[in-house]
């Protein structure tokens, strides 16, 4: 069974940094498509950044793009996200994902999700 167990996050100022982290059980991250989502009060969720499993690669959003850094500690079997230089619109509910049926993030749609952890930037 996939368990993924988000921490971090919190209050924190704009422009100041936070890093979440991600705990999974059951299966091993770095085997599989990996994946940090966000869902904005009254807005869809949408992707913020991604690893392939098929070549490690990464996908960030236009939005954090030189901002956050995503990246796997296998050792510890987690999934982290570093988010520098924080805007009141990266304010949301932030969640770690696998998708264990794909090994590219552009075409991965099939989801397996943490609960959540929420993230607030103040101005």
């Known amino acids: 069974e996939v368990q993924l167990v988000e921490s971090g996050g919190g209050l924190v100022q704009a422009g100041g940094s936070t890093r979440l982290s991600c705990a999974a059980s059951?299966?091993?991250?770095?085997?599989?498509?990996r994946a940090w989502f966000r869902q904005a009060p009254g807005k869809e969720r949408e992707g913020v950044a991604c690893?392939?499993?098929?070549?490690?690669?990464?996908n960030y959003a236009d939005s954090v793009k030189g901002r956050f850094t995503i990246s796997s500690d296998n050792a510890k079997n987690t999934l982290d996200l570093q988010m520098n230089s924080l805007k009141p619109d990266d304010t949301a509910v932030y969640y770690c994902?696998?998708?264990?049926?794909?090994?590219?993030?552009?075409?991965?749609?099939?989801?397996?999700w943490g609960q959540g952890t929420r993230v607030t930037v103040s101005s």
């Open positions: 059951g299966f091993a991250f770095d085997e599989h498509t």
């Open positions: 690893i392939s499993s098929r070549d490690g690669s990464t």
């Open positions: 994902a696998v998708d264990p049926h794909t090994s590219d993030c552009t075409i991965a749609t099939m989801w397996d």
